[in-house]
């Protein structure tokens, strides 16, 4: 299994809703990453994991709340977003060990829409 | 100030030619250099890996060098087809625990 899967596929939330995003991998990999990418522009690095423990958080707003309760599972836990929080949401997985990065899988994304 | 570059938005070339992407950047030192194919709506997919001390690498009809003196990469697609059409990002991988670091990409269209 190569895959990266997040659950939904779609998300469309009120800016009072709590929701969360899920994303799974069963490649054995050790690191875990959340990223943003709204349209035309790169992915945004928001979170990592390595080794279930968050070592990256690149000063994202706390409405924004990961969660890794083990080594194939990530979360997103979403609360009070605003509409510029309308983005595609990425989760992706890597072998770590010396270094973060050999190559990113990537899931297919959470479209998520705030209204 | 540290940046990526990948040369154009956009480029429009014809099927069977040969596409060239470039990736620039400043105030890096990466260790290697990624690209990643992405569809609309979907998430990246992992094309290359090439080591600052490789010049080249190639996969099928993919080739990509790394000149870390020019502090450029290009990326080839030959023999290129529709089904290549798509967004090329480049991202740089650096020593040690630092994430990837991806240029703004360049969408490529394949014109039958």
């Known amino acids: 299994d190569t895959e990266v899967t997040q659950t939904p596929k779609h998300l469309v939330m009120g800016m009072t809703n709590k929701k969360s995003l899920k994303c799974e991998q069963h490649?054995?990999?050790?690191?875990m990453y959340w990223y943003k990418q709204k349209a035309k522009k790169p992915p945004e690095l928001m979170f990592v994991y390595s080794y279930e423990k968050l070592s990256i958080n690149e000063s994202v707003p706390s409405r924004f709340s990961p969660e890794c309760p083990n080594s194939s599972l990530l979360n997103l836990h979403l609360h009070a977003l605003q509409p510029e929080d309308s983005a595609l949401y990425l989760c992706?997985?890597?072998?770590?060990?010396?270094?973060?990065?050999?190559?990113?899988?990537f899931g297919q994304g959470t479209r998520l829409t705030v209204v | 100030s540290q940046k990526i570059e990948q040369n154009s938005e956009a480029l429009n070339i014809q099927e069977g030619k040969t596409a060239t992407l470039t990736c620039n950047y400043t105030n890096y030192s990466p260790a290697y250099l990624q690209w990643y194919r992405q569809d609309p709506g979907r998430g990246p997919v992992f094309l290359l890996l090439?080591?600052?001390?490789?010049k080249e690498k190639r996969k099928e009809r993919l080739k990509v060098t790394f000149d870390t003196t020019l502090k450029q990469s290009l990326f080839h697609i030959t023999a290129s087809q529709p089904a290549d059409s798509a967004t090329y990002l480049c991202?740089?991988?650096?020593?040690?625990?630092?994430?990837?670091?991806f240029g703004k990409g360049t969408r490529l269209s394949v014109i039958a």
């Open positions: 992706a997985s890597s072998p770590a060990g010396q270094r973060l990065n050999t190559e990113a899988f």
């Open positions: 090439i080591r600052e001390n490789e």
């Open positions: 991202a740089l991988d650096m020593r040690g625990n630092t994430p990837l670091v």
């Open positions: 490649m054995g990999h050790r690191a």
